[in-house]
């Protein structure tokens, strides 16, 4: 009977488009989001620059006498805040978009509605991205001085980009498990402690022995000292392993439990 | 009907211990518009979500468009749209840009994407609006935005949970004129209403959803019919409905109602107005909402 049915009219049809075009679409939607939320790019790229100013003349003065060190200590756990801070509005994000109308409707159309979340996550490597060019920038402007070369620079922006991705599927993910706009917020939240708990603002071996094993084991630190060897030339060991299996393995953790809980979503609503 | 667009046997769906639908048999002939009617929370926007894959039935089939809704759903999409009861727009995105974005994400070239988006703005009265972000809508402009976005990719089968809720008159009739056109040009319409006006101009065939069954089916002017021939309004002096009773029709029972209102004392200075039943009538009857004086009415009759 579909035949005859399709037949009773000359009128154009719904017509699959294909995944690019979908993504791509979904993608652009999430860019102008993004432009158009002023507040949250402002938090994105303020709050990291204050916390940079906070660290370097606050705390620098007395954690090491001088500027001048501190700044090339602090610099790579500042970009990662800042990654941090750019992300979390995903979930918020993710989980607007769950609250309202809109995802009912792409999943009544015959494509993939999880590219929404693509749409978001790509948009969010792109926001942290450009945050991070204006914190390295403040950053150079306050005395920070890398002895990278242009291989150590893609090598850094790669493993930030690379952490970005992975952060943002997190709070993604996040964004679906939440009940509501307001609790992935709070969630996002709770996630920006972790540089706090390592070797981003001082070295592991200052911090009491249990915070130091914490601190030394968790996903940041390997991340952080593998940027910081990048930029700084110091030794990482086999931290960038470490960085990479980490990043890895959070991306298919979240992509994984993000799938799940989408399709759960879409068969309660 | 030979060729049912849309195919629904003995679908159940509950929600904790709250049976939803409990059986509904339900067949929509291709081309045609089909109002679902029934009382608030009878399930309506529940039997709608199933049929455009929203939401899983418990048990039961549903064949939309020659594919089964749990067995094809993308199937299902490629064929239906669907606006919902609350409006699904991008809120910061602007009028024209949810239309090309829909547009797009239903297989238009971007160029096509473009022309489709003008010509929707502009049937929808929206082209002034078009730059403006959604979020800065009003609640009106809002919901003909939602509809022009369900009517961007022009699917043989429409879905609209009350598409007239909170339109102005003109924008409503505007609304019944593309719904006719689409109907006409061989689309399928199902649509729910609390405007029984609405659905008695527009639809082919109505059905009263109440109780999670369909309890009553037919074109407007059988469902009329099934409670019986004129009404009589007793109406006092200023104009207030004082009791509305049923008749069937004949002239034999119309003089004995006549007879019991001229018996009555109260009933000084009435004025009486025969009619025929409205949708409304209908409705309230077969729901069993009907207000007491019309319940007190029919025990009389029958007495
Ligand atoms: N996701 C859900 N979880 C639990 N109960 C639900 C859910 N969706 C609907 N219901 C319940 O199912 C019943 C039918 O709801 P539905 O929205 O289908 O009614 P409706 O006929 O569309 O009503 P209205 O005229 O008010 O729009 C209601 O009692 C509602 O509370
Ligand atoms: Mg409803």
């Known amino acids: 009977m579909s035949t005859a049915t399709m037949t009773m009219t000359t009128a154009p049809r719904v017509r699959r488009p294909t995944r690019l075009v979908t993504t791509g679409v979904m993608i652009g939607r999430s860019l102008r989001h993004t432009v158009r939320n002023v507040d949250a790019m402002i938090m994105a790229i303020m709050l990291p620059t204050m916390l940079m100013l906070l660290f370097t003349f606050v705390f620098g003065g007395a954690i090491d006498g001088g500027r001048g060190g501190y700044v090339d200590y602090v610099v790579p756990g500042i970009i990662l805040l800042c990654a941090g801070f750019g992300a979390a509005s995903t979930a918020v994000d993710v989980a607007d978009d769950m609250s309202n109308g809109i995802i009912d409707r792409f999943r009544t159309m015959p494509l993939r509605a ?58 993604a993910a996040i964004g679906l498990a939440a009940r509501s706009v ?14 706090y708990l390592s070797s981003a603002f001082v070295p592991t071996d200052t911090m009491p022995s249990w915070l130091q094993w914490i601190a030394e084991n968790q996903p940041i630190t390997p991340i952080i000292e593998t940027i910081r060897g990048l930029l700084m030339g110091t030794d990482a060991g086999t931290r960038p392993l470490w960085a990479m299996g980490w990043c890895l393995v959070i991306i298919a953790a979240a992509y994984l439990w993000g799938s799940w809980l989408f399709a759960r979503r879409a068969r309660r609503n | 009907m030979t060729n049912p667009a849309i195919d629904v046997r003995s679908l159940r769906k509950s929600f904790g211990n709250q049976h939803v639908l409990d059986g509904v048999d339900l067949a929509v002939e291709a081309g045609s518009i089909f109002a679902l009617l029934g009382p608030n929370g009878a399930g309506k926007t529940t039997l709608i979500n199933i049929l455009a894959t929203l939401t899983a039935a418990d048990s039961g089939t549903a064949i939309v468009a020659g594919h089964d809704v749990a067995e094809d759903p993308d199937g299902v999409r490629e064929a239906v749209s669907l606006t919902g009861q609350y409006a699904a727009v991008d809120e910061v995105l602007t009028g024209e840009e949810n239309l090309r974005m829909l547009a797009r994400l239903s297989g238009f070239s971007a160029e096509q994407a473009r022309a489709r988006a003008t010509e929707l703005l502009t049937r929808f009265d929206l082209t002034d609006a078009a730059a403006r ?69 527009l639809a082919d065939r109505i059905a009263v ?74 409705f309230l009857t077969i729901t069993g909402a009907a207000p007491q004086s019309t319940i007190d009415a029919e025990q009389e009759v029958a007495a």
């Open chain 1, 114 to 171: 999880m590219s929404v979340l693509t749409g978001h996550v790509v948009a969010s490597l792109a926001r942290n991205l450009l945050a991070t060019g204006v914190v390295i920038g403040v950053a150079l402007l306050l005395g920070f001085r890398p002895n990278a070369d242009v291989l150590d620079w893609l090598g850094a922006i790669g493993v930030i980009a690379v952490f970005i991705l992975a952060i943002t599927w997190l709070y």
């Open chain 1, 182 to 195: 307001e609790a992935a917020n709070g969630y996002g939240f709770a996630l920006l402690f972790l540089p």
């Open chain 2, 133 to 201: 972000r959604a979020k800065s809508y009003s609640g009106g402009m809002r919901r003909r935005l939602d509809i022009a976005l369900g009517l961007v990719a022009d699917p043989p089968v429409l879905f609209l949970d009350e598409p007239t809720t909170g339109l102005d008159a003109r924008s409503r009739q505007a609304l019944w004129r593309t719904i006719r056109e689409l109907a006409s040009a061989g689309t399928t319409i199902l649509l729910t209403t609390q405007y029984l006006d609405e659905a008695d101009a």
């Open chain 2, 209 to 282: 959803l109440d109780g999670g069954r369909i309890v009553a089916e037919g074109s407007a002017a059988q469902l009329k019919a099934r409670i019986g021939g004129e009404l009589v309004e007793v109406r006092s002096a200023d104009g207030v409905l004082l009791r509305e009773i049923p008749t069937d029709g004949s002239l034999d029972s119309l003089r004995r109602v006549l007879a019991d209102v001229a018996a009555d004392p109260a009933s000084v200075a009435v004025h009486v107005v025969v009619r025929k039943p409205s949708l409304d009538d209908v």
